[in-house]
């Protein structure tokens, strides 16, 4: 595991891709890859593909094809060569960390109430990293902006900034449970 974090530290950004991207992944400069559709048939010879040029392979659990997600979908991974998993999914996070594999769990940060619930799952789980989603809020609401139908940004804002930044970016408006951005 700790290969892994030492690596994501040097080479911080993760290719992330479906079959139709593999092979500029395999040649990227990107030492781990999030493998988005994996399926039965060709996992082996993607984990082979991976590993001969020096890369990790994090299989997508919850998109995977073809593979169960239990704990038997978890040991085909790990007889495949698969160096670890992501999922939102608890129980395939920790059953992933019994068998020795790295964990990825992926949150979905839509609103207050649900980021603070990540606390205590994060205590059940306890992955080796968690991913936040989105990363990059403001990209989404310029791309819909832009269809001509009114955005309203909401949750998770907190502050002056953003507000501005959500507007900035083409929303129509904010909502938010702040009282002292209700005056702005």
């Known amino acids: 595991m700790r ?4 690596c994501l530290e040097q080479d911080p950004v993760i290719a992330a891709v479906g079959n139709d991207k593999w092979q500029k992944a395999l040649e990227s400069p990107a030492k781990v890859i999030f493998y988005m559709s994996a399926d039965l048939l060709t996992l082996e010879e993607r984990v082979k593909q991976a590993h001969s040029t020096g890369k990790y392979i994090m299989v997508h659990m919850d998109m995977a094809d073809g593979i169960g997600r239990d704990r038997t979908g978890l040991r085909f991974l ?6 670890g998993v992501i999922s939102t999914k608890g ?3 920790r059953g992933a960390k019994e068998l020795g594999l790295f964990t990825v769990q992926r949150f979905f940060a839509v609103d207050s109430a649900g980021v603070e619930s990540l606390g205590e799952m994060l205590r059940s789980t306890m992955p080796d990293v968690m991913e936040i989603m989105p990363g990059v809020v403001t990209k989404v609401i ?4 832009a269809t001509g139908i009114p955005v309203i940004a909401g949750g998770l804002i907190q502050t002056k ?3 501005t930044d959500a507007l900035g970016a083409g929303a129509t408006a904010v909502s938010t ?8």
């Open 177 to 184: 449970g702040q009282p002292e951005l209700w005056y702005m």
């Open 91 to 93: 129980q395939l996070i």
């Open 3 to 6: 290969e892994i974090m030492d």
């Open 161 to 163: 900034n953003e507000v």
């Open 78 to 83: 790990k007889n495949c060569g698969v160096d």
């Open 142 to 145: 310029a791309r819909f902006a």
